[in-house]
């Protein structure tokens, strides 16, 4: 899935109310997102040219941004749930 499809569903993910998001998705959402960068962090290594370099960097940014507050929002659902 390409790096904008998964922020996409991210996002629309975390625009719904703590009761109707659910957490299994948000989960696997989180964990693409990880496999994403991942993904992104070995191309950086092989990639030569300084604009793709700095592009590639730009969008493991973004995701790292993006799976932190997927993170805050899933262990605030977690305790939510607890309590």
Same mark, same amino acid.
């Given at each position: 899935?390409?790096?904008?499809?998964?922020?996409? #569903?991210? %996002?629309? $993910?975390i625009?719904k109310?703590?009761e109707?998001?659910?957490?299994?998705? $948000?989960c696997?959402t989180?964990k =693409? $997102?990880k496999d994403? *960068? #991942?993904?992104?962090?070995?191309?950086?290594?092989?990639?030569?040219?300084k604009?793709?370099r *700095?592009r590639l960097r %730009?969008?493991? %940014? &973004?995701?790292?941004a *993006?799976r932190r507050?997927g &993170?805050?929002l899933?262990?605030? $659902?977690? =305790? =939510?749930v #607890?309590h």
């Amino acid at each position: 899935m390409k790096t904008t499809k998964l922020i996409d #569903k991210f %996002q629309k $993910l975390i625009s719904k109310g703590p009761e109707e998001t659910p957490t299994k998705k $948000l989960c696997k959402t989180i964990k =693409a $997102l990880k496999d994403k *960068q #991942k993904d992104l962090e070995s191309r950086l290594k092989r990639t030569e040219g300084k604009h793709a370099r *700095q592009r590639l960097r %730009q969008k493991i %940014q &973004v995701l790292k941004a *993006q799976r932190r507050k997927g &993170v805050e929002l899933y262990r605030s $659902l977690k =305790a =939510a749930v #607890k309590h």
